[in-house]
Nanobody
């Protein structure tokens, strides 16, 4: 059974940091790329970052480049999203998702339908 569980969300002031964790089970990171998405109230879900452990590649949406870092620990089947210099506009529910295949990682952030499995999300709130 595939399972994805996110954690690490919370309330932080602008300029603060959070580290989100995504623990996956039921599949191998060799076969699946992992992406982080977020959805703010009244907005569409958007891709934030993704990682391919097989090809050791990462990608980020422009709005978080230089502030967020995605990484993985395959021994723990866990992907992390370190978020620094947080802004109020980063406020959203953050979701972790798994995608079969590692091609076109950049494009995958725009193609939400390519992701097969999703977690329940974790709330991130950044106060101004």
């Amino acid at each position: 059974e595939v399972r994805i569980v996110e954690s690490g969300g919370g309330l932080v002031p602008a300029g603060g940091s959070l580290r989100l964790s995504c623990v996956a089970s039921g599949f191998s990171f060799d076969d699946y790329a992992i992406g982080w998405f977020r959805q703010a109230p009244g907005k569409d879900r958007e891709g934030v970052s993704a990682i391919s452990s097989r090809f050791e590649s990462t990608t980020y949406v422009d709005s978080v480049k230089g502030r967020f870092t995605i990484s993985s620990d395959n021994t723990k089947n866990t992907v992390y999203l370190q978020m620094n210099s947080l802004k109020p506009e980063d406020t959203a529910v953050y979701y972790c998702a798994a995608r079969s295949g590692h091609w076109n990682l950049d494009q995958s952030l725009s193609n939400i339908w390519e992701y097969d499995y999703w977690g329940q999300g974790t709330q991130v709130t950044v106060s101004s």
